[in-house]
């Protein structure tokens, strides 16, 4: 794993394409000048590899504005973009987008914009219902396919997914949100619950994830320590994730062209 670059203002340019030599992921959860966003959106080009990610609690962040400089970015993240309310300032991306992380917000997002997009090989989506079956229909060529908080039984009907990378070509419905074990796209998952919470155990990315929904009581609420601009330590588990499973489909696609 390269790991995180982290973009705050000032921006030095020069740094900033030497640290994206070795990174999966550049980030930043607050607005950069129009000239820093030029500059990094020329260094995504010459680092096409590398993952772009909006983060934190940042009204401006939210509105997706930003993405205008951006047309050529194929890779993109809204992991922890909290206060995200629309999806149809994707359309500034290109059509050609490859990869997209829709993270958990303060509310749940329709995703019929994203539906738009025909060419995703992996995708991401976190508590977000609305859309799902039509997005996932507008794209049979994923690869790789991340479900978290969702009652799957209950979104998506049976859906062939045949470029998935994995033995099997199928999502298969969950029944009563319980899943003892069930082979999905190749990708074997176990859950049982605990006591406290969901206890979760997966083998290696070679399809999908499957994340069952967590109670109301352990879901992501603002508190009082997070009002003010947010720091990188605050939203490090949801990059964690976002990464993880970046860094996984970046492993299955360097896997599959050897």
Not at 83 to 108: C, M, S, V, W, Y
Not at 172 to 182: E, K, Q, T, V
Request: glycine share 8%.
């Amino acid at each position: 794993m390269g790991g995180v670059v982290e973009v705050r203002r000032p921006v030095d340019v020069a740094q900033l394409g030497t640290r994206l030599g070795n990174a999966d992921v550049v980030q930043f959860c607050e607005p950069l000048t129009g000239v820093e966003y030029r500059s990094l959106a020329a260094l995504l080009v010459d680092h096409p590899k590398v993952l772009l990610r909006a983060y934190g609690f940042n009204d401006g962040l939210a509105t997706l504005r930003f993405l205008r400089w951006f047309p050529r970015l194929r890779r993109f993240s809204v992991a922890g973009l909290h206060d995200l309310t629309d999806l149809a300032p994707l359309d500034q991306l290109n059509a050609h987008l490859e990869f997209l992380d829709i993270g958990e917000t303060r509310k749940p997002l329709d995703l019929a914009p994203v539906a738009a997009f025909h060419e995703l090989r992996a995708l991401r989506i976190v508590a977000h219902r609305r859309g799902l079956a039509e997005l996932l229909n507008a794209n049979p060529g994923l690869q790789a396919l991340a479900l978290w908080r969702l009652p799957v039984d209950q979104v998506l009907p049976v859906m062939a997914l045949p470029h998935l990378q994995s033995r099997g070509s199928s999502l298969l419905p969950l029944i009563n949100r319980h899943w003892s074990r069930a082979e999905i796209g190749g990708a074997g998952w176990e859950q049982t619950d605990a006591l406290n919470g969901v206890e979760q155990r997966s083998t290696p990315l070679n399809g999908v994830q499957l994340h069952p929904p967590q109670p109301a009581s352990s879901r992501f609420r603002r508190s009082e320590s997070v009002q003010r601009p947010v720091s990188h330590g605050v939203l490090s588990g949801f990059a964690q994730q976002s990464t993880a499973f970046y860094v996984a489909w970046q492993g299955s696609m360097r896997r599959s062209q050897q």
